[in-house]
């Protein structure tokens, strides 16, 4: 089994609907973050969280919500989806000892309509 | 603030051939320096990291890399593509334990 999933794995919806994109993973990690990936500019880091209680803004927050259920599990939503967040979501685990070394899911491919 | 570039965005090779991919960096103190690549409808798998020591690191999938402290740069190497290695690579720099990437290097294998 995968060490870090992501459901779903693609989701089409329309503008101004609500959605939440889920990550769980089994690596025992405290460290979880939340990429998008747009053609031409890399990765991005919208949120990140360092264990349960701590969660930080990234470099592309605004239209943007999270939540760390658990060690384990850590949500993205988009309260009202704009097409421009048209893109590839990733989410990432590391691990509190090591220094930047992140292990990536799948990927989510959101399309907004 | 700290940036990474890959000045790159296609690099086409012929299969068996040898490849390098740049990547320049900008960074106030030590940097901690990574390597992913992403294979199509993958995420991303880490092929190298350098943290300190020795400036020629080695990696996964035949790849090394050479850290350059005079020109900022951590430049991606290997001796013989295969066309497995077509994919998508990504430099990135640890900032705070959060990366900062680049916006990424496609590279294309000719047969």
């Known amino acids: 089994d995968a060490d870090v999933t992501q459901t779903p794995r693609n989701r089409i919806t329309k503008t101004g609907k609500r959605i939440m994109l889920e990550c769980s993973q089994t690596k025992g990690h405290d460290r979880m973050y939340w990429y998008r990936q747009d053609p031409g500019l890399g990765l991005r880091l919208i949120y990140y969280?360092?264990?349960?209680?701590?969660?930080n803004k990234g470099e592309i927050s605004d239209g943007y919500s999270v939540s760390r259920q658990a060690q384990a599990k850590f949500s993205l939503s988009l309260e009202s989806a704009i097409p421009n967040q048209t893109a590839l979501y990733f989410c990432a685990t590391s691990d509190s000892q090591g220094r930047g070394e992140q292990y990536f899911g799948p990927g989510t491919r959101l399309t907004v309509t | 603030a700290q940036s990474v570039t890959q000045p790159d965005i296609h690099i086409t090779v012929s299969e068996g051939a040898s490849l390098e991919l740049r990547c320049n960096y900008s960074y106030g103190a030590t940097p901690y320096l990574f390597w992913y690549v992403q294979s199509p409808g993958q995420g991303l798998q880490l092929l190298l990291k350098y943290f300190s020591g020795d400036t020629l690191v080695q990696g996964i999938k035949g790849f090394e890399a050479e850290f350059k402290r005079s020109q900022s740069s951590f430049n991606l190497r290997k001796p013989s593509v295969h066309w497995s290695d077509a994919a998508e690579y990504f430099c990135a720099v640890d900032s705070s334990y959060k990366l900062i990437f680049g916006s990424g290097t496609r590279l294309l294998v000719r047969p």
């Open positions: 969280s360092f264990d349960v209680k701590d969660i």
